[in-house]
Nanobody, 127 residues
């Protein structure tokens, strides 16, 4: 059983920054899991924000957040981060952390590619 818990959300003005943190726990090898951040705004589908492979050699970003957001991981702490800069009102959403064990090494980018999810943390950006 893997548990995933996000933190770091909050309210910020446009142009501001936030860092989200996700800690995973359970009996598993965190370093073998792909990790990702998704978000879901009211009335919209859940979408990928950023993903990082187990090897840290692969990352993926949504076009809307490239050059503003950075995903990183710290395997020794079973933790993945999302650094968000120059936030915009359209970044307002609930942000979810997700984990997936990929035996093939492939980094998935869809909701169905990830098996373990946190409860989410709200990010609100006011203009």
């Amino acid at each position: 059983q893997i548990q995933v818990v996000e933190s770091g959300g909050g309210s910020v003005q446009a142009g501001g920054s936030l860092r989200l943190t996700c800690v995973a726990s359970g009996r598993f090898s965190f370093s073998l899991y792909n990790l990702a951040w998704f978000r879901q705004a009211p009335g919209k589908e859940r979408e990928l924000v950023a993903a990082i492979s187990w090897s840290e050699k692969g990352t993926r970003y949504a076009d809307s957040v490239k050059d503003r957001f950075t995903i990183s991981r710290e395997n020794a702490k079973n933790t993945v981060y999302l650094e968000m800069n120059n936030l915009k009102s359209e970044d307002t959403a609930v942000y979810f952390c997700a984990a997936d064990f990929s035996a093939s090494g492939r980094l998935g980018i869809g909701v169905s590619d990830f098996d373990y999810w946190g409860q989410g943390t709200q990010v609100t950006v006011s203009s």
